[in-house]
Each structure stands twice: as C-alpha cells, then as structure tokens.
C-alpha cells in the first residue's frame, strides 16, 4: 500500500484504490504512526460524525477494501 499525502491517493499494487475521504483520513493516521497504534479518540476526531460504531464501520471497509490487517488494541485503539 502506497499513499500519496498530498494528492490523497492510495496504490495498492500500483493501481489506484479508490476510498471515501474518511477512509483515506484514517489510512493516513494509521500508516503515519506505524507500528505504533493511533489512541481511538484521535481516529474519532477524523470521522464526520464520530462514534465508536462509525469507526468501526470505517475500520472494516479499510480491512476490506484493501486486505489491510487492522488491530485493536485494546483499551488504546488500532494499528496496522
């Protein structure tokens, strides 16, 4: 998986991934604090409306849509 911050686009393979602005939001986060976990209030802040079910909504497109190992950890957050 490549991100190009700037642009906000995403390569998986080379070809463009395509991800809504939330998705790509916490696949930013998530990649820039590799392997460290980002703490679940931090990733809430990037959400639209923030709740504990919306984050894990996004969470599990991510997993899908990229065949990305995302973990919780719990008490913290997540972590790639």
Known sequence: IEVDVQKRDVYQNGDL???????????ISLMQNHPNPVV???LLMLLEKP???????????????LGLEITSVR??????
Request: proline share 0%; hydrophobic share 40%; aromatic share 2%.
């Open 17 to 27: 991934v395509s991800l809504g602005d939330v998705q790509k939001n916490l696949l």
């Open 51 to 65: 709740s504990d079910l919306a984050l894990r909504v996004n969470i599990a497109k991510l997993k899908k849509n």
């Open 75 to 80: 008490g913290v957050g997540y972590k790639i």
């Open 40 to 42: 679940k209030e931090e």
